[in-house]
């Protein structure tokens, strides 16, 4: 089993970015897939996840309405839409998969994560 991220980079406040994780294996649509970030100096923290089928998405507050996430099942890949940006986004982003409830993920009940994708956002 293997995720792997890209789409990352440098942006200024305000800009978009789309982050995509593709995802090795048939396992895909068995696990509820998300998306976690680092910031330097902060703990990984939950972003945003999405249920099995696709029809159920959640987010974290401080990105509620200005972040999508999406998934095809039939292409093993994951995204995430990110607009209007904020400086407070820059963080390494990583793709994950889990057993847990989406609409509870925490860290420690990742079951796979990808190697992380960097995203700055400048003003």
């Known amino acids: 089993v293997q995720l792997q991220a890209c789409g990352g980079g440098l942006v200024e406040t305000g800009g978009s970015l789309r982050l995509t994780c593709a995802a090795t294996?048939?396992?895909?649509?068995?696990?509820?897939m998300g998306w976690f970030r680092q910031a330097p100096g902060k703990e990984r923290e939950f972003v945003a996840s999405i249920n099995r089928s696709g029809g159920g998405r959640y987010y974290a507050g401080p990105v509620k309405g200005r972040f999508t996430i999406s998934r095809d099942n039939a292409e093993n890949t994951m995204w995430l839409q990110m607009n209007n940006l904020e400086r407070e986004d820059t963080a390494v982003y990583y793709c994950a998969a889990t057993t847990a409830d989406p609409r509870w993920w925490h860290t420690g009940q990742t079951e796979f994560w990808g190697q992380g994708t960097l995203v700055t956002v400048s003003s």
């Open positions: 294996g048939r396992w895909f649509d068995s696990y509820v």
